[in-house]
């Protein structure tokens, strides 16, 4: 099992003879209390690419002072990073299965071996606060750091380091000015923020690899120049959130949803821009199975919190008990089914090569000519293509209703999916490249669309539980409640529809 925290600290580089600041005085700290030095010894490990690295990611087994174990840290900026703890294994030689199946996207997939040895000889000193409360946790560091790579230099590398820690719970604000203050009274020993605070990447200094590798950024003024910035944020929330859902945390579905739906809209829309055909047919693919598993997901969690109520206080008094309970596990159900088929994509080939793509378009950008265009001459290409096919789906979505009531929620859903597809390609390039009133058209026959799909989807659970609850001799009077308020929305955001369709 494993236990997570979030760890915001600051490191400065200070001379090995250095004396270390007085603080007292220094955002609330009245106090300190420095404790007996102890050792560390740390493995970083990597894959032969450094993928971990690349992705800010970091995995050590570390011995030695009160957290000895198995240690994940992913960077969400300079000073505040995710942490990931996992028991200690006497195996040195093996990365547990828990820390692999925790990495499998940041590695891709692929094997992980030690890249850097990293002994360190620490001093704690604990920062108290008026009330004797431990604020932060000063740790002065005399670091040697051993590369494991055939290429590795002769001996080690050494420095000093002092990293101050704030207490998980203390108020952000609070440990900004704490930290404000510390710039001050370290700068009068000489010492600055260090310019690299992660002692992986000290220690890996030199060396060589292809995800290490980075080329320049598209022309100032190009499509290119925008959607690799686009792409840049897409991977970084893909990154976050699929790595929440993955630690068995299912409270940000909907934001995985939207994110994947974006990566299928930006990715399909200007697949034109990517230099390797191949791959961005495979990652094209890959985005779209995303957006339905985890969009599949994101529609039962709605459904799980809204299934049981009804439109009004009057209609949800009639809706008993056992009806409610009935939708609740049924729903429920649905999600958990929707979150594990997530899961298991999330583990694909496919997915990984969805990943190498987005690597590539974010760290090594090879755009095509067709890219290196003005944004109003791709958003033209893109409009041209895109715009006959959502307006089809639109039209066969709010054509005359089918009678497989089945076949008009299907048709729903790929109209709904459509708008939303262009609704967010077009945000892309913004109102500059597409015509405002066209991108004003499309918002509105997207939202009209996600009315009605929720409204059939959730008619079709609501027959579905009810079949079991009339099969079980049970009453029936709260699923028709239920329903004939479910039918009322489907039939105003049905002519809300075809409104839009006039306009699309």
Do not use: C, N
């Not at 499309?442 to 027959?463: F, G, K």
């Amino acid at each position: 099992m494993s236990d997570t925290h979030l760890e915001i600290e600051r490191t400065y580089d200070l001379a090995p003879e250095a004396e270390l600041p007085d603080l007292i005085g220094v955002g609330g700290i009245l106090r300190t209390e420095r404790q007996e030095p102890f050792e560390l010894d740390a493995t970083y490990w990597d894959t032969e690419r450094f993928d971990l690295v690349a992705a800010h990611v970091t995995v050590r087994r570390r011995t030695g002072g009160p957290d000895a174990g198995w240690h994940i840290k992913r960077a969400a900026s300079d000073t505040v990073r995710h942490e990931q703890h996992f028991p200690l294994t006497e195996d040195t030689d093996t990365v547990p299965d828990a820390v692999l199946a925790a990495l499998f996207a940041e590695r891709r997939g692929r094997a992980l071996r030690p890249v850097v040895r990293i002994r360190t000889e620490r001093a704690v000193t604990r920062l108290l606060d008026e009330d004797g409360d431990q604020v932060a946790e000063l740790a002065d560091d005399h670091v040697s750091a051993f590369r494991l790579d055939a290429d590795a230099p002769t001996g080690a590398r050494t420095w000093r380091e002092v990293e101050v820690e704030a207490v998980e719970g203390v108020d952000e604000q609070v440990v900004q000015t704490l930290f404000d203050g510390l710039d001050a009274r370290f700068a009068e020993r000489g010492a600055q923020p260090a310019a690299v605070s992660s002692k992986l990447a000290r220690g890996l200094a030199g060396v060589d690899a292809p995800r290490l590798r980075t080329t320049d950024k598209p022309a100032k003024g190009s499509a290119a120049r925008v959607l690799r910035k686009r792409v840049a944020r897409l991977r970084s929330s893909l990154a976050r959130r699929e790595a929440r859902l993955r630690s068995g945390d299912t409270a940000d579905l909907r934001g995985l949803a939207t994110t994947s739906l974006g990566l299928a809209a930006v990715l399909g829309a200007y697949r034109a821009a990517f230099a390797d055909a191949d791959l961005t047919d495979r990652a094209v693919a890959a985005a779209e199975t995303l957006a339905d598993v985890v969009s599949r997901a994101a529609s039962a969690e709605y459904l799980v919190g809204d299934l049981h109520r009804a439109g009004t206080p009057a209609q949800d008094a009639l809706v008993d008990t056992l009806a409610r309970e009935r939708l609740l596990a049924a729903t429920r159900e649905r999600r958990d089914e929707a979150v594990r088929d997530t899961l298991r994509f999330l583990h694909t080939p496919e997915y990984l090569d969805l990943l190498d793509l987005l690597d590539d378009a974010v760290e090594r950008p090879e755009p095509t000519a067709w890219a290196l265009r003005t944004p109003k001459r791709v958003a033209q290409d893109v409009t041209a293509a895109e715009k006959p096919v959502v307006r089809e789906l639109v039209r066969a979505a709010v054509g005359d209703d089918p009678a497989d009531e089945t076949g008009d929620r299907e048709a729903t859903e790929r109209a709904w999916l459509a708008t939303m597809r262009m609704r967010i390609a077009m945000d892309v390039l913004g109102d500059e490249a597409f015509p405002h009133a066209l991108g004003r058209r499309i918002t509105v026959a997207a939202d009209v669309l996600t009315e009605r799909a929720q409204s059939l989807h959730a008619l079709e659970e609501l027959r579905h539980v009810a079949g079991i609850a009339t099969r079980a001799g049970e009453d029936t009077f709260g699923y028709g409640v239920l329903a004939g308020d479910r039918v009322r929305r489907a039939e105003e955001s049905y002519d809300d529809a075809v409104q839009a369709l006039s306009r699309v």
